[in-house]
C-alpha cells in the first residue's frame, strides 16, 4: 500500500502562473487535508473534505481551491500564483474528520 | 482560535538520555492531541493520538501524556538514541475537523 501519494515533488512557477497539486490515498479514508508549512508558522490547513462531495474552507484558504474528485483522490490548484504561497504543501487523511492523520511527502512549491 | 505551542524550539541531549517534549495548548476543550514526527525533508509521520478521554498512551519508548485542565502535554522518549533525532510536532483539535498545530521542537541526540 502506498498511503498517501502526492505529485509533483518540487515546482517552480512564476508569478501568474497556475497549476493544480495533486493527492491521492489508498486508505480507504474519508476525510482529506490540505495544508501549508511555512518556516516559523507552523502547519496551517488551507482546505479540507470531510467526506466524498464536500469541502470547508480552514485557516487560510485565500488564493487557492479544491476539488475532492472521487474518494482516493483531492487536489489543491493554485489559479494565479503569488511569491506568498512559496512553501512546502502537504496532503493528509483521517478515517473520519478529527482522527488520526496521516500525511503524505510533501510538495515543495516556489514561486518566482 | 487554538494557539499551540513548543517550547523549547530546539534541543540536544546525549544518547542514552530520557527526554520529555512539551506542547501548551490555549484551549482545554479539546477532542484530541496528535504527536508527530518529521525528518528533514520529508512529510510527518504519526505517532501517538490521545483522545480526551485519555490520560495517557504509550508506543514502545514513547509516552505521551494529556492534561487538559493546565493545557498540556507531554511526550517523553526513554533512552533516547541518535535515530530519535527529527522534529517533533503536537497538533490539537477542538470541535470541528481542525487540528492546530504546534511549531514543533528539533531534537538532536548525540552519539
Same mark, same amino acid.
Not at chain 2, 79 to 85: F, H, K, N, V, Y
Given at each position: 500500500n502506498a498511503g498517501v501519494t502526492q505529485t509533483p515533488k518540487f515546482q517552480v512557477l512564476k508569478t501568474g502562473q497556475s497549476m493544480t497539486l495533486q493527492c491521492a490515498q489508498d486508505m480507504n479514508h474519508n476525510s482529506m487535508y490540505w495544508y501549508r508549512q511555512d518556516p516559523g508558522m507552523g502547519l496551517r490547513l488551507i482546505y479540507y473534505s470531510a467526506s466524498e462531495g464536500t469541502t470547508d474552507k480552514g485557516e487560510v484558504p485565500n488564493g487557492y481551491n479544491v476539488s475532492r474528485?472521487?474518494? &482516493?483522490e483531492f487536489s489543491l490548484r493554485l489559479e494565479s500564483a503569488a511569491p506568498s504561497q512559496t512553501s512546502v504543501y502537504f496532503c493528509a487523511t483521517s478515517? &473520519?474528520?478529527?482522527y488520526e492523520q496521516f500525511f503524505g511527502p510533501g510538495t515543495r512549491l516556489t514561486v518566482l | 482560535k487554538q494557539e499551540v505551542t513548543q517550547i523549547p524550539a530546539a534541543l540536544s541531549v546525549p544518547e542514552g538520555e530520557n527526554l520529555v517534549l512539551n506542547c501548551s495548548f490555549t484551549d482545554s476543550a479539546i477532542y484530541n492531541l496528535q504527536w508527530f514526527r518529521q525528518d528533514p525533508g520529508k512529510g510527518l509521520t504519526s505517532l501517538l493520538l490521545i483522545q480526551s478521554s485519555q490520560r495517557e498512551q504509550t508506543s514502545g519508548r514513547l509516552n505521551a501524556s494529556l492534561d487538559k485542565s493546565s493545557g498540556r502535554s507531554t511526550l517523553y522518549i526513554a533512552?533516547?538514541?541518535?535515530?530519535?533525532?527529527a522534529t517533533y510536532l503536537c497538533a490539537a483539535r477542538n470541535t470541528g475537523n481542525q487540528f492546530y498545530f504546534g511549531t514543533g521542537t528539533s531534537l538532536t541526540v548525540i552519539p
Open positions: 474528485l472521487n474518494k &482516493r478515517r &473520519r474528520g478529527g | 533512552a533516547s538514541q541518535p535515530g530519535d533525532s
